[in-house]
């Protein structure tokens, strides 16, 4: 009899998913621009979490480059104490927003700089690196350069309104302009997402691309080239490569080979060239395959601009966690900001948001639930109804739901939701329960049906609500955690047991007062 074949060809083979956000500059902390993509990558990777695949979460800080000496040069520190310092103020503020990375990579890493030298490498060895000078404007804020006809007003960077800065050097280029058909053949499938973002990176593209400086000689700050030791490589062809260094690239490849190249790329327009064109051709001139998908955002914005580290309109994740609790400020970028299109911030839309879905539609469905059971059902928790009306309604939300995570559409997925928690609400109106007769049938089905909905509603919304959703799995008397449940089984109707005891406890969500203009 043969042996069981237990490899990549076995009967069970598990799903993985493997979801990455922008590697962020530790020349500032963190403001909600960076938690917006950090909070969707993390809902996301919850709910494959929920459908049992196999997931890698990863996110960290981009520590290299001249933004980061002179950060480092301006605060009287060495570039290393100002990686570590600002590194730490990343990791602390995703500790704040219960951000479940499975990893959290620096750049500094030996096991990136190793990672970084064995896939340019291979990229020179395969002939697409060559050297050459440079001369050209650079704005230090984006690490990039810009052609004279790209700036405003002849001097200034189109994205941060300040000067760029004439350099000239001696490099190495990546000749990425012997890749175009290879990058079209990638980006012909569905590859970059939303569609208008596939159709710019195409654009780029077919305006002709040029050979590439990826080398520096100005700064020592970087990983050192290896063929070279007058060179570093210039930050963002460091940056990139963490998404090979996190899954093994460099250290273990036969790790490296079940991650990838199944991987999404969550990132911002603004470093959209970089993750559709420069990404997948570095990738393939190394021999790799390039990435599977790649999410582009757009900005948010603050009175019409991109909120940034160097402006003045930076809010921190902890003012609004302050105002709103964790659970309040994930919510809000979930629902309310579509992934894609730029989107104005607004604190009195926060408010409004929180009042109408948290406070009312979902804390008060919690505690109108809890209170009937007390005063009807002596506490305890009855089992719903395997026809209630309620089933149709539960089993089209959790379609809406993961049909939403799926295309990373958020707003879809919670909209859907909370589309089962209204109509709870409206059946709770309709059939009256708080009126019914003290231990009768009646009042026993419905209320099964509601807390039937809340432990759905616990389950679905555990990617936005991290608390929230065990405190409503706790309050209808469950065991563990609803992110431990297992979707599509879990989603089924009629899931709660019944006859458990049922907790009346504080609101979940007290409501908000709305700011005065
Ligand atoms: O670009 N709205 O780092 P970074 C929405 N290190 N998203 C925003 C935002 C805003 N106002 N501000 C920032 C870098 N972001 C590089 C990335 S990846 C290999 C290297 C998001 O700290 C957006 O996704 O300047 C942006 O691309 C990302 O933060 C990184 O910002």
């Known amino acids: 009899m043969p042996a069981l074949d237990l490899g990549s060809g076995s009967l069970c083979a598990v799903s993985r998913f493997y979801i990455t956000t922008p590697i962020y500059y530790v020349n500032d902390a963190p403001h909600i621009g960076h938690a917006y993509p950090t909070v969707t990558a993390d809902a996301i990777a919850r709910w494959h979490r929920l459908l049992g695949d196999e997931t890698m979460f990863l996110t960290g800080t981009d520590e290299h480059g001249l933004k980061i000496q002179r950060a480092a040069e301006a605060n009287g520190i060495s570039p290393q104490e100002q990686a570590d310092n600002t590194s730490q103020r990343f990791r602390d503020a995703w500790d704040l927003l219960d951000i479940s990375n499975d990893q959290f990579i620096r750049t500094t890493e030996p096991r990136h700089h190793t990672a970084v030298q064995e896939l340019l490498t291979r990229a020179k060895e395969n002939g697409f690196i060559e050297k050459g000078s440079y001369a050209g404007y650079y704005c230090v804020a984006c690490e990039a350069y810009y052609n004279a006809d790209d700036l405003v007003d002849g001097t200034n960077c189109p994205i941060h309104e300040r000067p760029a800065e004439w350099f000239e050097e001696d490099n190495y280029f990546f000749k990425l302009s012997s890749l175009e058909a290879e990058l079209l053949e990638w980006l012909n499938s569905e590859t970059v997402f939303p569609e208008g973002k596939r159709n710019e990176a195409l654009g780029i593209i077919k305006l002709g691309l040029e050979d590439v400086s990826i080398t520096r000689t100005s700064i020592d700050w970087g990983v050192p080239v290896p063929w070279d030791d007058d060179h570093v490589f210039y930050v963002w062809y460091d940056a990139l490569i963490n998404y090979a260094t996190a899954v093994g690239f460099g250290s273990d490849i036969d790790e490296f080979n079940l991650w990838w190249p199944e991987t999404h790329h969550i990132i911002g327009k603004d470093i959209l060239r970089f993750h559709c064109v420069y990404w997948p051709a570095m990738l393939i001139a190394a021999g790799l395959q390039p990435p599977k998908q790649v999410h582009v955002s757009g900005f948010l914005l603050v009175g019409g601009k991109k909120l940034s580290k160097t402006g003045l309109t930076q ?171 297992r979707l599509p089984d879990a989603a089924l109707w009629g899931g709660y047991p019944g006859g458990l005891p049922v907790i009346k406890g504080t609101p979940l969500f007290p409501r908000l007062k709305v700011p005065e203009a």
Request: glycine share 8%; charged share 20%.
């Open 315 to 485: 809010i921190t994740p902890a003012d609004l966690v302050e105002d709103f609790g964790v659970d309040g400020f994930r919510y809000h970028f979930l629902r309310d900001v579509s992934f894609g299109p730029d989107s104005e911030f607004s604190y009195e839309q926060m408010v409004s948001r929180y009042n109408s879905d948290l406070a009312n539609t979902l804390g008060n469905l919690l505690s109108r639930v809890t209170t009937v059971v007390h005063k009807k059902c002596g506490g305890v928790g009855p089992a719903p109804n395997p026809e209630s009306e309620l089933a149709a309604v539960a089993a089209s939300s959790y379609q809406g739901a993961a049909d939403g995570w799926e295309r990373l559409q958020a707003p879809v997925a919670l909209e859907a939701t909370w589309n089962l928690l209204r109509e709870t609400n409206a059946y709770l109106e309709r059939n009256e329960p708080w009126k019914m007769e003290e231990g009768s049938d009646e009042v026993a089905t419905v209320m099964g049906d509601a807390l039937e909905v809340l432990r759905l509603t616990a389950i679905l919304a555990s990617p936005a609500l991290t608390s929230a959703s065990d405190a409503i799995w706790t309050a209808i008397g469950l065991d563990g955690s609803a992110a431990d449940e």
